[in-house]
Nanobody, 124 residues
Framework: QVQLVESGGGLVQAGGSLRLSCAAS????????TGWFRQAPGKEREFVAA????????FYADSVKLRFTISRDIAKDTVYLQMNSLKPEDTAVYYC?????????????????WGQGTQVTVSS
């Protein structure tokens, strides 16, 4: 059983930065890939970024490419999402989830063990 807990959300002005953390218990991040998704009010949950179990590959949604960076610290069993140059449209609840396998990293059904989410609000 894997439990994931997100933290690091908050209120920031446009152009600012935040770093989200996703801490794992039960299994280590070295055994599964991890993805970040987000859901804005009234919208469907969408893919943001992912990192493979080896840490050798990362994937990003076009909307966050070059602004967001996903990384992990195996010693701390934590995956991070560094978010720079934030925009009001980045406002959403951000979730991390464990990748269950396969080659698809941008679809929700490839993930399980979702965290409870952390709110990110970007003011204009």
């Amino acid at each position: 059983q894997v439990q994931l807990v997100e933290s690091g959300g908050g209120l920031v002005q446009a152009g600012g930065s935040l770093r989200l953390s996703c801490a794992a218990s039960g299994r280590t991040f070295s055994t599964f890939g991890t993805g970040w998704f987000r859901q804005a009010p009234g919208k469907e949950r969408e893919f943001v970024a992912a990192i493979t179990w080896s840490g050798g590959s990362t994937f990003y949604a076009d909307s966050v490419k070059l602004r967001f960076t996903i990384s992990r610290d195996i010693a701390k069993d934590t995956v991070y999402l560094q978010m720079n140059s934030l925009k009001p449209e980045d406002t959403a609840v951000y979730y991390c989830a464990a990748h269950l396998g396969g080659t698809q990293y941008s679809i929700q059904r490839a993930y399980g063990y979702w965290g409870q989410g952390t709110q990110v609000t970007v003011s204009s």
